[in-house]
């Protein structure tokens, strides 16, 4: 058989994370996910829905309560209104919802600007439209000047469907600014451009910056997708639920791609998220706390080592560069750390198109604090 797409392997957090398995006591700070319990309250109500009756097919928009919920949460925070019924969509994670949007309005030969290092799902997702990835590296290493405008300016042609923007940004912490959606718009108010913004982390932000959207944006309000994940903001990854907002002639596009994807995803989750977001009107806002404190410990304990800690304003990931310890590329780098260091991280190489020169890996700290003071004990 020949292969649709054959420089597509594995990713890299499957490569990984095999080699960490394969190790003995490792700690994977690799993978993006927490190593603790969710709410109980949440637990409860899925162990509850589950025994009584919503295991059959949610609907195809997700459940009620639940888009309802949404729409308050966000109306909360960002004092923005959307419709419920027309504007949310409740999807299988994150991903499906990026390939949905993507897939909405993309087509064969449509170009695709994509900020490196990213997520892995978005190059192949544009691909499987017939679309062309257009990447541009980021300036991560610069907070205050990640976003390359002028960069992104010259990657734009009349064959540009869309950019793809994630904030805060994983790997690199980053995050988008007032400014930037200035700059956004300026690039794009003469066009036809969409935006995917992806926002899974939107609730993790850190030293009292505020979440910033061009969905909350009069201005790109009606060419914007934004994505969200509850696995990120619930810690129930494994759960994949996510969602999508967008104004209701996107969405009528988007639904079209979703029902015919997963259609659904299962509806106990979907009421015991909802219950738990009315219940606790208060949690969102104390995650970014939460999430602080454990990047905070996770910098002390870095600061004890020949690691140089990157800045980090949001997200539950802590890029870091090892020049101190070693000059191998970052892959072999990473192996060495499984193999003799007991440790699984990331190397950012993987989510270039075109790495730059540099030595830099991603650790992930939504873990315990025992798991976190662990991972540095060879480094002491």
């Known amino acids: 058989m020949k292969s649709k797409f054959p420089d597509i392997g594995e990713t890299i957090f499957t490569t990984i994370s095999l080699a960490a398995n394969k190790g003995e ?3 994977n700070l690799g993978q993006g996910f927490p190593n603790f319990d969710a709410h109980p309250y949440l637990l409860e109500r899925v162990c509850h829905h589950t025994l009584n009756q919503k295991n059959q097919y949610a609907p195809m928009m997700g459940v009620t309560q639940l888009r309802e919920q949404i729409t308050h949460s966000h109306y909360k925070y960002y004092e923005t209104h959307f419709d419920p019924v027309e504007e949310v969509t409740v999807t299988s994670g994150a991903t499906e919802a990026i390939f949905c949007a993507i897939s909405a309005v993309v087509t064969p030969g449509d170009e695709v600007i994509i900020l490196d290092p990213a997520y892995d799902s978005y190059n192949p997702n544009v691909r499987m439209n ?9 300036n991560i290493a610069t907070p205050d000047d990640a976003f390359d405008w002028q960069k992104i300016k010259d ?4 064959k540009t469907k869309m950019i793809i923007l994630n904030t805060p940004h994983n790997p690199s912490g980053v995050i988008l600014k007032e400014s930037d959606l200035d700059h956004l718009w300026d690039l794009i108010k003469d066009t036809s451009i969409y ?3 992806d926002e899974v982390y939107q609730h993790i932000i850190f030293d009292g ?3 910033v959207s061009p969905l909350n944006d009069e201005r790109m309000r009606e060419r914007t997708f934004a994505i969200s994940s509850f ?3 619930f810690h129930v990854t494994g759960w994949k639920v996510g969602y999508c907002i967008a104004p209701a002639k996107l969405t009528k596009e988007f639904r079209k791609i979703h029902q015919y994807t997963t259609f659904c995803t299962f509806a106990g989750f ?5 219950e738990t977001m009315e219940r606790e009107p208060y949690y969102f806002s104390e ?3 939460f999430y602080q404190q454990k990047r905070d410990h996770f910098q002390s304990l870095l600061a004890k080592t020949s690691f140089k800690i990157l800045p980090c304003s949001g997200s539950y990931f802590q890029l870091v560069d090892y020049s101190a310890y070693s000059d191998k590329n970052d892959f072999d780098y990473c192996l060495e750390l499984i193999q003799t260091h007991k440790l699984a991280a990331i190397p950012l190489s993987a989510l270039y198109a075109r790495p730059p020169e540099q030595k830099l890996i991603r650790l992930c700290f939504a873990k315990t604090q025992e798991t976190l003071e662990k991972s540095m004990d060879y480094f002491k």
């Open 231 to 233: 696995g990120k903001s």
């Open 25 to 27: 006591d490792v700690t």
């Open 155 to 158: 990657a734009i042609t009349p």
């Open 287 to 289: 995650l970014s706390s």
């Open 130 to 138: 017939g679309g062309v990835p257009v990447h541009v590296n980021m």
């Open 270 to 274: 979907q009421y015991a998220l909802a």
């Open 209 to 211: 910056h505020q979440h």
């Open 195 to 197: 935006i995917l913004s």
